[in-house]
């Protein structure tokens, strides 16, 4: 069985804008993942930048960093089998364009610069628990069971 492991997911302004907030946590809540941490914030500047620090060298930066901090994010925490991994199958390609339909950015987005949704890099080990610190403390991850995880797993 897979290992059980928590990610990082946030939607972005645009998505919270949009209306998207509750569309996109019901995929995760139907696919059988647990939320175990959210909040809804603005990120401050400096934060956004150590969030996206992988990327500072980029001709993007600037306006990645002044888009994340453009408005309200809704930021998350989900645990599951495999988790970080299987959220990035449902999220799709980088680029919306280029995400099969079926997949969160596939289906609500259309551009690279407003891609809906942030997730953790299954490909990036530790992604998923830098980026947890970074935006939440221990107190804020609650511990409790779905009462179907019985069914969810073998
Ligand atoms: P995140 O979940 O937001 O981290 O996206 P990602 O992991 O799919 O992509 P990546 O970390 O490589 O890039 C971070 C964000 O920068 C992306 O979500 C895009 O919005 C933006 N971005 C990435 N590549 C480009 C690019 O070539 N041009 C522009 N304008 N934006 C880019
Ligand atoms: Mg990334």
Known sequence: MSERERTFV???PDG????????????FEERGLKLVA???????????EEH????????????????????PVFAMVWEGGDATRQVRHMVGETDPAESPAGTI???????????????????????NEREIE???????????????????YE
Request: hydrophobic share 40%; glycine share 12%; charged share 35%.
């Open 10 to 12: 946030m939607v972005k």
């Open 16 to 27: 919270v804008k949009r209306g998207l907030i509750g569309e996109i946590v019901s995929r």
């Open 38 to 48: 959210g909040k809804f914030i603005e990120i401050p500047r400096d934060l956004a």
């Open 52 to 71: 996206y620090g992988e990327h500072e060298d980029k001709p993007f930066f600037e306006g990645l960093v002044d888009f994340i901090t453009s408005g």
């Open 105 to 127: 950015r596939g289906d609500l987005g259309l551009d690279l610069g407003r891609n809906v949704i942030h997730a953790s890099d299954h490909e990036d080990p530790g992604s």
């Open 134 to 152: 970074l935006f939440f403390d221990e107190a804020e991850l609650i511990d409790y069971e779905r009462p179907d995880e019985a069914l969810l």
